[in-house]
Each structure stands twice: as C-alpha cells, then as structure tokens.
C-alpha cells in the first residue's frame, strides 16, 4: 500500500501564495507520476498539474503560468507552487500518485486533500 499525506491547509487573500507538499510512502516502486487535483464546490474533481518521474510537468490551462510543480524521486514528495491566487482556486486539493503496474492495470493513489480557501 501507498500513504499520500499532505500536512495543512491554506487561507490566503486574492492574489497571494501558497505552497502544497506531498509525502509518500509505502510500497513505491517503478516509474509513476504524480500531481495534483483539486475539487471545488459543486464541482468535479479536476487535473490541476501533473509531473513525470522524468520531471515532464503538465497543467489545467486555467493555471498555466501560475502554478509550478516539483517533485523530489529520493524523497518521494511533489510540491506545487501556486501563485497570483483568485477565489475561483478554492478547492479541496487532492495529492495523487499513479502509473501503471508490471499487469499493465492502471492504479492511482490519493491524499487526504487539503482545503485551500482563497478570499476576494
């Protein structure tokens, strides 16, 4: 098994940041991506940013040129930077971690998600 845990939440005012980490642990092994979602009131869970083990980040339009993600491959942890903050970012953010195992199935991992409250 595979724990995701992200420590704290965020209140920020409009146009601030924040910072989110992400540690994992357990059975890790192979070549997985990680990332971010994020789910806000009424609203569906939706890809915020993602990165490969090789560091290929990929990002929600909505959030391109705002937020940056990192991730550490020996400490097993993924970052996102998320400036330039606007109401509409308020969500739930849900660390994932995922790939495809050695059976060719698909397989994903969440975090406990962490409420990022932006004011106007």
């Known amino acids: 098994q595979v724990q995701l845990v992200e420590p704290g939440r965020g209140l920020v005012q409009a146009g601030g940041s924040l910072r989110l980490s992400c540690a994992a642990s357990?059975?890790?092994?192979?070549?997985?991506?990680m990332g971010w979602y994020r789910q806000g009131p009424g609203n569906q869970r939706e890809l915020v940013a993602t990165?490969?083990?090789?560091?290929?980040?990929n990002y929600l339009d909505s959030v391109k040129g705002r937020f940056t993600i990192s991730r550490d491959n020996v400490k097993n942890t993924v970052e996102l930077q998320m400036n330039s903050l606007q109401p509409e970012d308020t969500a739930v953010y849900y660390c994932?971690?995922?790939?495809?195992?050695?059976?060719?199935?698909?397989?994903?991992?969440w975090g406990q998600g962490t409420q990022v409250t932006v004011s106007s």
């Open positions: 357990g059975r890790i092994r192979g070549r997985y991506g």
């Open positions: 990165i490969t083990v090789g560091g290929s980040p």
């Open positions: 994932w971690l995922g790939g495809i195992n050695l059976r060719g199935l698909a397989y994903s991992y």
